[in-house]
């Protein structure tokens, strides 16, 4: 199946003017991406609530020689309805002949954010003149916008593995992981250096996540995010938390950045595996806990008076790499303790490892917001074999072509 983007709606303030001024240079770059957009099939507009001028004369005849062809819709005059209604977007998309599933919106201000939010389509937020709005994913650069159109927003495949198990498990991966196996090794070795240095190019792998979780629809279906927390109790926060923060805000969703707390540190698995030692869900089942009162709002530190998870929620939980599902399992078993759901994504699986599900007894239950010292399984485990897990196999050719590309990438 091919997902592709066929549209852009364009917001004016401080995208395209700031403060009635067009800035030349930027300018420039905003042709650029115009005119790149459509030569991949991604036609842009240009969307705002009232007419602007610049010296003097409208805003649309001003630019028009040097954006031909371009659409221009301006709630004032008729041809579309006012943002932030839930009518705005829909109403350029019917005309567009759109789908608003395959539309995307670069704004900049707070309006333009809930315009698309209430229009359901992803917002990327254009922080070349200012910062604006909290949301969204970031881009500093036009060119930067036309990178992410060209690589992630024209796809013929998703997930290279998927689990999709009656008992409740769901768990998606972009691309198997081996630094030794020549098909995956340079994108593997990039993704290992993002993940554990914030080297390489974490750009790639957390728009490739986010833009692959927008496709795929699952924003439709998760009220939380949480990230997997590092091995050790002082771990750095997930490279990941900035960029879904911005995806759960863009649609009504909730960040908790500190729901799954690491209350011991766990030992490393890379480390007992290559000493030889073995592994199990106790290792992450006795390491970590359930924030009761995680925080809401990351920028005030307001925290909830009592869980946000109950029965009818869902968790969208993320983690870099997968082997055998011990971190993402114990995440989800701990959620389902609170009546709640997870869906469970990660970067990348390493190549040719069973996922090995738990399977707790009927008769087991715990306090999830508390440490638990589990001394054996409480249950039995279920095997997904490596290669009945695949989905689309040659969705990891597709991330190492798009890889290559991203690095070099200009226009």
């Not at 067009?22 to 650029?32: G, Q, Y």
């Not at 809930?114 to 060119?143: I, Q």
């Not at 495949?157 to 691309?175: C, M, N, V």
């Amino acid at each position: 199946m091919t997902y592709q983007v066929c549209g852009l709606l364009v917001g004016v303030r401080n995208v395209l003017v700031r403060k009635g001024k067009v800035d030349n240079a930027l300018l420039e770059e905003i042709i650029k991406l115009v005119n790149f957009s459509r030569s991949i099939g991604v036609e842009p507009v240009m969307f705002a609530n009232v007419e602007w001028s610049v010296d003097d004369q409208p805003l649309d005849q001003a630019l028009g020689p040097r954006l031909p062809s371009v659409r221009w819709f301006f709630a004032n005059r008729g041809n579309c309805e006012h943002k932030p209604t839930a009518a705005a977007v829909p109403s350029v998309c019917e005309q567009m002949g759109w789908n608003p599933r395959d539309v995307l919106y670069l704004g900049n201000t707070e309006a333009d954010m809930r315009t698309a939010v209430n229009g359901g389509v992803l917002f990327l937020k254009a922080s070349w003149y200012e910062s604006g709005t909290s949301y969204g994913l970031e881009f500093a650069s036009p060119m930067e916008v036309a990178r992410f159109l060209d690589i992630f927003c024209q796809r013929e495949y998703l997930w290279h593995f998927e689990i999709r198990d009656e008992s409740g498990l769901e768990f998606y991966s972009l691309a198997p992981f081996s630094t030794l196996t020549r098909r995956y090794k340079s994108y593997s070795a990039d993704a290992r250096a993002a993940a554990k240095f914030g080297l390489g190019h974490p750009a790639y792998w957390t728009q490739a996540l986010y833009s692959t979780v927008y496709f795929a629809q699952l924003h439709t279906r998760f009220d939380y995010v949480a990230c997997y927390p590092g091995h050790a109790t002082d771990s750095p926060a997930s490279l990941m938390e900035e960029p879904f923060a911005a995806l759960a805000g863009s649609f009504r969703k909730k960040l908790l950045p500190d729901l799954i707390v690491r209350h011991t540190t766990a030992r490393k698995s890379q480390r007992v595996r290559r000493a030889g030692g073995r592994l199990s869900h106790l290792d992450q089942l006795n390491t970590i806990c359930l924030n009761a009162t995680p925080i809401r709002n990351r920028q005030t530190g307001s925290r909830y008076v009592r869980s946000p998870l109950r029965r009818g929620k869902t968790v969208l939980v993320v983690d870099d790499f997968c082997t055998q599902g011990y971190s993402l399992d114990a995440a989800r078993l701990y959620i389902a303790q609170t009546g709640a759901q997870a869906i469970l994504v990660s970067w990348l699986r390493t190549i040719n490892s069973d996922y090995l599900q738990l399977m707790p007894r009927a008769d087991v239950s715990w306090n999830p917001y508390e440490p638990q010292e589990f001394e054996t399984l409480p249950g039995g485990t279920k095997r997904h074999p490596y290669r009945g897990t695949v989905a689309e196999d040659e969705a990891a050719s597709e991330v190492d072509e798009k890889f290559d590309r991203f690095c070099s990438w200009s226009w």
